[in-house]
């Protein structure tokens, strides 16, 4: 495909994958940011750091980029501890590389750093330590469930008012979360996953497609809850 005109501004990992099917071979460089970020939800405030890739993608010489939040961490117990989101975070980044990879598509894989961080931020009680033992992502439970054991997933869908603040600027953004609480050998679970945002303040112009980015993520996520037959109810925003 060489008309550029027809190629639509990616915003997933899987609209990469589907512009090398169409012929099309995107160029990609990846950079992180660690972002501290100012929540606000429901009746409480508190302070988190998100884990972000920003993809930068030439395609036909036309350029594109778009950002993904690979997981929140917390210095307290409001989330996952900032250690463990991550290793969290590279588990995902790491499946990711993976399906790039096997789509034929090249970029250099790199991940997050603890230790970058740990200078970055001096001062914040990482506490490099805190997580020593394994950390679950929602496709470990789809391998549980896979394995013949019943996994039941309730969801919950919610915009979360948040400020990102980068070097010398701040950004009202509201993250559209969803909330897994999971049922399976004799344990419950919980955690989250960001699956898209977008600038409060340009909510006009980005929320509808903020909401599209996200319902997608979410369709994609069911049809692998469906091959494992786990027990849920679809829920989109």
Do not use: W
Not at 94 to 118: C, H, N, P, Q, W
Not at 138 to 161: F, M, P, Q, R, T
Not at 174 to 185: E, K
């Amino acid at each position: 495909m060489s008309d550029t005109a027809m190629i639509n501004s990616p915003k997933r990992i899987i609209d990469l994958i589907n512009l090398k099917e169409q012929g099309n071979d995107p160029d990609i460089t990846i950079s992180f940011d660690i972002v501290p970020v100012n929540f606000a939800h429901k009746t409480f405030n508190f302070q988190a750091y998100i884990f972000l890739c920003r993809y930068f993608v030439t395609v036909n010489n036309t350029d594109f980029t778009f950002r993904k939040c690979y997981a929140r961490g917390c210095p307290d117990n409001l989330c996952p501890h900032v250690s463990q989101a991550v290793m969290i975070a590279n588990r995902y980044l790491k499946r990711d590389y993976k399906r790039l990879v096997d789509a034929g598509i090249t970029v250099e894989e790199k991940v997050f750093s603890l230790e970058e961080m740990m200078v970055k931020y001096e001062g914040v009680d990482i506490e490099k330590d805190a997580a020593t033992g394994g950390v679950l992502t929602i496709h470990d439970y789809i391998n549980i469930a896979n394995e013949g054991n019943k996994v039941e997933v309730l969801i919950e869908l919610e915009n979360i008012s948040a400020v990102e603040h980068f070097a010398n600027q701040k950004s009202k953004q509201t993250y559209l979360m969803a909330d897994f609480d999971i049922t399976t050998l004799g344990n419950k679970n919980q955690f989250q996953r960001c699956l898209s945002c977008f600038q409060t303040d340009n909510e006009h112009k980005e929320k509808h497609v903020a909401i599209q980015t996200a319902n997608d993520r979410l369709k994609l996520l069911f049809s692998e809850f469906d091959a494992a037959n786990i027990v849920y109810k679809a829920n989109f925003f």
